[in-house]
Nanobody
């Protein structure tokens, strides 16, 4: 059974940084993709970033490009989302997801973790 566990959420001031971690040890599909989605209060869920575990290719939404960096540590079976220059609009619950597709369509991801809350204060 695939179980994704995200951690690292918290409260940070605007302009600050935070790193989210996702334990992906139970996601063992070859050529799989791990990503992050987020949902702000009262808003629809949106894709943030994803990484192909086989070759490290990455993809970012326009709203976070240049500020967020996704990375993959295969030895530790972890995927990270380094978030910098955070803005209040980055506030939301961040979900670690895994699947076999590419980019940031929700239907590409079969497995979703429970989410971790990120709050950016102004």
């Amino acid at each position: 059974e695939v179980q994704l566990q995200a951690s690292g959420g918290g409260l940070v001031q605007a302009g600050g940084s935070l790193r989210l971690s996702c334990d992906v040890r139970t996601f063992t599909i070859d050529g799989g993709t791990v990503g992050w989605f987020r949902q702000a209060p009262g808003k629809e869920r949106e894709g943030v970033s994803c990484i192909a575990r086989a070759n490290g290719d990455t993809y970012y939404s326009d709203s976070v490009k240049g500020r967020f960096t996704i990375s993959n540590d295969n030895a530790k079976q972890m995927v990270y989302l380094q978030m910098s220059a955070l803005k209040p609009e980055d506030t939301g619950v961040y979900f670690c997801v895994a699947g076999t597709g590419w980019r940031l369509d929700e239907w590409e991801y079969d497995y979703w973790g429970p989410g971790t809350l990120v709050t950016v204060s102004s």
